[in-house]
C-alpha cells in the first residue's frame, strides 16, 4: 500500500498543480480545446486545489500504511479512480474532439483503480 500512496500523491498534486498553475492548457491536453472563460477556468482551478488535497493526503497516508485509515483512503481512492474512467470515458465517447492526453488519463485511471482493489484484498497484518 505504502507504494500506491506515494505514487498516487506524485500523481494527483502533478495534476492538481498544473490545473492550478495552467488550467487551460490541462483542459487542451484532455479535451482539445482551452476553454478560456471565467466560469471553467475557476472551475479547473478549484479541482486542481482538490487534487493536490488528495496528494497531500496520500502522501501523508504513506507513513501509516497499514492502518484502517489508510485502508479507508484506498477505498476512496477506487471510486475517485472508476469515477474518473467513467467520466473521462464518456467525454471521450460523446465529443467530437479530444486531446491526445484524454484516453492516456483514462487508462491511468483503470489502472490505479485496479492497483487500489488489488491492495484492497491484501489481508491486513499488524
Known amino acids: ?7 498516487t500523491a506524485v500523481i494527483e498534486v502533478g ?14 491536453l484532455l479535451f482539445g480545446s482551452g476553454l478560456d472563460t471565467f466560469a471553467v477556468v475557476t472551475l479547473a482551478r478549484l479541482t486542481g486545489a482538490a487534487l ?9 497516508g ?4 497499514r492502518s484502517r485509515a489508510a485502508r479507508g483512503l484506498i477505498s476512496a481512492m477506487v471510486l475517485y ?3 474518473a474512467v467513467v467520466i473521462l470515458g464518456a467525454a471521450g465517447f460523446w465529443s467530437q474532439s479530444v486531446g491526445f492526453a484524454l484516453w492516456p488519463a483514462v487508462v491511468l485511471h483503470a489502472a490505479m483503480a485496479v492497483w487500489c482493489i488489488a491492495c484492497l484484498r491484501i489481508k491486513r497484518v499488524l
Open 81 to 83: 479512480n472508476l469515477g
Open 1 to 7: 500500500m505504502k507504494h500506491l500512496l506515494i505514487v
Open 52 to 60: 493536490s488535497t488528495l496528494g497531500v493526503v496520500c502522501w501523508l
Open 15 to 28: 495534476a492538481g498543480v498544473a490545473l492550478l498553475c495552467r488550467p487551460s492548457t490541462v483542459l487542451a
Open 62 to 65: 504513506q507513513y501509516d500504511a
